[in-house]
């Protein structure tokens, strides 16, 4: 049966924001935006964090309908994920296969840019964010190269925002690629987070972010 999203989606916001991963105020983005939260999912990086950190990918996983045989973690911060939610999916009975990759060819030993398992047929890839996509579609082309087919994308959080094109960049890849894409949590989850827990000003501020740049 899958999870209640509301009860990941909430409980991954509430780990981001004990380990200080989700934070507000005002951040300077890459793109120039000044946005009202900031979201930095290394901070999560202790045992029992990524131990739940994972439980979240693999629920929201599940949740997506997304039918895959293997799990992809791009270099570097995929492959603790893909790693950590191949563990969280076993404590469900599902032993899935896992591969990363290094970002330089090795010469020796095993060689090449691929560790782990072998790629199955129908290959998910697990990361944090997807800010322009360009590393998302390295790994994309590097699983079709090796004939495997990319089953969908998984990431942690969905600003569903504008990207330079005024699609989303997950909105792009579905669009773009035919790849179904699904997030632990949205920008709308993080809208009711705050709710309650944070000042009126700060639930505004998010709000008011979203209008300007938001899609959908």
């Not at 991963?21 to 901070?43: C, D, H």
């Not at 563990?87 to 560790?115: I, M, Q, S, W």
């Amino acid at each position: 049966m899958p999870a209640d999203p509301t009860d990941y989606s909430q409980d991954f916001l509430a780990l981001a924001d004990t380990y200080n991963a989700l934070k507000f105020g005002e951040f300077t983005l890459k793109s120039g935006r000044v946005s009202p939260y900031f979201f930095n999912m290394g901070e999560i990086a202790s045992g029992a964090g990524m131990k739940r950190l994972a439980a979240s990918y693999a629920a929201a996983l599940a949740d997506s309908g997304i039918e895959y045989d293997s799990l992809f973690g791009p270099a570097y911060k995929g492959i603790p994920l893909v790693a950590t939610v191949a563990c969280a999916l076993a404590d469900h009975n599902r032993d899935v296969p896992f591969t990363y990759n290094r970002k330089e060819a090795k010469d020796h030993g095993e060689g090449g840019t691929l560790v782990g398992a072998p790629l199955g047929q129908r290959v998910v890839i697990v990361d944090d964010v997807i800010t322009a996509g360009t590393a998302v579609r390295e790994a994309i082309a590097m699983i079709r190269a090796a004939g495997s087919e990319v089953a969908g994308v998984l990431i942690a959080l969905d600003r569903q925002e504008r990207g330079a094109d005024d699609r989303s960049p997950l909105a792009a890849l579905a669009a773009d690629e035919g790849i179904p894409t699904a997030a632990v949590a949205t920008l709308d989850d993080v809208i009711g987070y705050a709710r309650g827990r944070y000042s009126e000003a700060t639930v505004a501020a998010i709000q008011a972010y979203r209008a300007q740049y938001g899609v959908g």
